[in-house]
């Protein structure tokens, strides 16, 4: 079993990230969207917890310091929500996917192009797709296709953690079975990268139940 | 306190409150400039530059020839066939009023429109809080490269505008009328262009770009959700955009005196 997350990566105060976000009633019962989710972390971060001297960290960074403004830049250099938002319309797929790193200047352009190719390439991709794949608008794709460019585009931005919301309501049992190959792919070739998966479908890794902190494929 | 009263503060209050939005977009548009070179934002830059500029180029072309032709001949009447006062007031009144005034409505009316229509419909599909939540500044990657492209777009037009205006609008016009088109151009380039006032039109230009990119952006950005969300921000930013340029256009020829 692969821990999915660190959970010293992920500590707030005493509270760890997951926990926070998960209080019954934080933002109306389990019905979180990914912008409310969003939300109730960057609460845990900025809001609900009073940042006090070496009771918080980040990644290994003291926040204590930082302005709400740093805070929020860490936070998102070092994780992103899949799903998180629709694809820019008028941009291609490879552009939409590029887009968040390389306007943080988190990466060059060659180098993340470097490593879409390497993630696109091969045609293993987890789910049929045209060969001109990232030249696609994203009215063009299937709902699985566009869901694997915003699983890129998170990757791409925020290697280090990706929080995967997924909701059962949603999806058919097909649709599950690709989702978890679809993870599968991307897991096997980011093996740096850690996985928090906030979902109760059955069949999909991770449950409100359980402590997230510690789930796995 | 009357009814007149009343209305003449809410007018007051609602023009303060949008001068201060569009002023506040543009300090952010200003402070932001740095991020145009970045790939994706450079690339929204040369788009706007395109999309105003290069395409914009026969329209603009056509409508100055006719402009000076029909200026240059109607003044030339007016002035019972004085050549030389014919001149003057052409450079002053359309040349260097008139012509600039023609481009920034244009720009206006064509990109304003399309830049406000554009960002009220990615807020309304939820693409700008995507680009928050990416950690994306919409100013940097939305606003920014748009107001620059604005202002590069008017002054780089308006410099071309009267280039035309003037040598289409004297060629026709010695064409149809009884007119020297040497002597006129002679006449024309010996009123002369001062550096001053070459970039005192340069500035005033750039404003005018930076006023239609600030307000398209800001009541794009600031569309309401349903259907008359996007109609509402376009109509809005050209009447105000309209505005805005007249109201400058009056300062700086106050400025000017």
């Known amino acids: 079993m692969n821990t999915v997350f660190q959970s010293k990566d992920l500590v707030v105060g005493d509270r760890s990230i997951p926990d926070i976000a998960l209080e019954p009633g934080a933002c109306g019962g389990w019905q979180l969207n990914d912008a409310d989710f969003a939300l109730v972390v960057l609460d845990g971060i900025t809001g609900l917890q009073p940042v006090q001297n070496g009771g918080t960290c980040w990644f290994g960074q003291e926040l204590s310091g930082l302005p709400e403004s740093g805070i929020l830049r860490l936070l998102c250099r070092t994780m992103t929500l899949t799903g998180d938002g629709p694809l820019i319309a008028n941009l291609n797929i490879r552009d939409n996917v590029m887009l968040p790193a390389l306007v943080r200047r988190t990466d060059s352009e060659t180098g993340l192009l470097r490593k879409l190719d390497e993630l696109l390439t091969g045609n293993d991709l987890p789910w049929p797709a045209p060969a001109n794949f990232p030249f696609l608008l994203p009215h063009n794709l299937e709902d699985l296709q566009r869901w694997l460019a915003g699983l890129l585009r998170a990757v791409l931005a925020a290697p280090e953690i990706v929080m995967c919301c997924h909701y059962p309501g949603d999806l058919s049992v097909r649709e599950q079975a690709d989702l978890i190959r679809g993870f599968q792919w991307l897991r096997a070739r980011l093996p740096g990268t850690a996985w928090l998966f906030l979902t109760c479908a059955p069949g999909l890794p991770g449950g409100f139940s359980g402590s997230l902190a510690e789930v796995s494929l | ?257």
Not at chain 2, 6 to 30: H, K, Q, T
Not at chain 2, 54 to 72: K, M, Y
Not at chain 2, 74 to 90: G, H, N
Not at chain 2, 148 to 162: D, E, H, R
């Open chain 2, 1 to 257: 306190m009357t009814l007149a009263h009343r209305r003449n503060w809410l007018i007051a209050g609602y023009f303060a409150e949008n001068a201060s939005a569009y002023l506040r977009v543009l300090a952010d548009a200003f402070l932001h400039f740095p991020a145009v070179l970045r790939p994706p934002c450079l690339r929204v830059l040369l788009k706007q530059v395109y999309f105003n500029g290069i395409e914009s180029l026969p329209f603009l072309s056509l409508t100055a020839l006719l402009l000076g032709f029909t200026a240059s001949s109607r003044l030339y009447q007016v002035m019972s066939k004085d050549l030389s006062r014919t001149v003057d007031v052409f450079r002053s009144m359309i040349v260097q009023e008139g012509a600039v005034l023609v481009v920034a409505f244009y720009v206006m009316a064509r990109s304003g429109s399309a830049i406000a229509s554009e960002l009220a419909s990615c807020k309304q599909q939820g693409e700008v809080a995507a680009l928050y939540r990416m950690g994306i500044d919409p100013a940097e990657y939305l606003i920014a490269p748009r107001v620059l492209g604005c202002m590069l777009s008017v002054s780089a037009l308006s410099i071309f505008f009267q280039i035309v205006l003037v040598l289409g609008g004297f060629a026709l016009a010695s064409f149809f009328m009884e007119w020297d088109y040497a002597l006129a151009m002679k006449k024309f380039l010996h009123g002369g262009i001062s550096p001053e006032g070459a970039l005192f039109s340069l500035l005033k230009t750039s404003v005018f770009g930076a006023l239609i990119g600030a307000v398209a952006c800001q009541q794009g950005l600031r569309a309401v959700r349903g259907p008359q969300g996007i109609p509402v921000a376009t109509r809005t930013a050209v009447v105000h955009g309209f505005a805005a340029i007249v109201l400058a256009s009056t300062v700086f020829f106050l400025l000017s005196k």
